[in-house]
């Protein structure tokens, strides 16, 4: 059996199934001569050749029956309904592929613009990052005014705007401090805090800044 061809049908197959649907429904009943194939290019407004293999798709499946100088006979019914629904099923399956093939451009597509979108937040987020805060690391000396106060007492994010993310004690690290923590000399705050701030935060522990 010859194949119908890529989707979307070829001309050829087009006209085959065309014909066939007329037999199964019982336009042209077997035994019937339908058309020669000059007054079938003529109907269907193709070359001879379209109808040639129009007609021998349909010869090949049993269908009709082409013979020189008779012209061309209905042969089966049968055939033709059966011929019809593998046509059924494979457009079907063309249809699903196609529909599948699309879905994964557009998968791709997707997932390329969610790529390139998360790299420029990224980008931004850490350019925002640096233009807005920085970590400092401060060592509370035995004469800052916050040695024995918690950090709810010493109000230092009220006061500084800023969070301290850690404290390094004893070789010990204290990670997301609670507000009742007491401050104790020698400690080492991690602090998160915006550059314009910065003295704001040395000079409530009684430090000086470091250089730039």
Known sequence: MEALGSHPLSR?????IDIATRIARGE???GQKIFGRSTLAGKYNVSPET???ALTLLQDTDIVQVSPGVGVVVKSQRAAETFL??????QVLRDM??????LLRERDRINAEIEKLMNELLDYTFKMAGNLQRIEEIRILPTSPLVGKSLAEAE????TGSTVLSIYRGGEEILSPQADTVIHAGDILIVLAPPELREQVYNLVGGVPKKE
């Open 51 to 53: 109808i040639r293999r």
């Open 12 to 16: 050829y197959a087009t006209i085959a």
């Open 28 to 30: 042209y009943r077997e």
């Open 97 to 102: 592929q196609e529909r599948l093939h699309r």
């Open 156 to 159: 230092f994010r009220a006061r």
């Open 85 to 90: 629904a593998e046509c059924g099923q494979r």
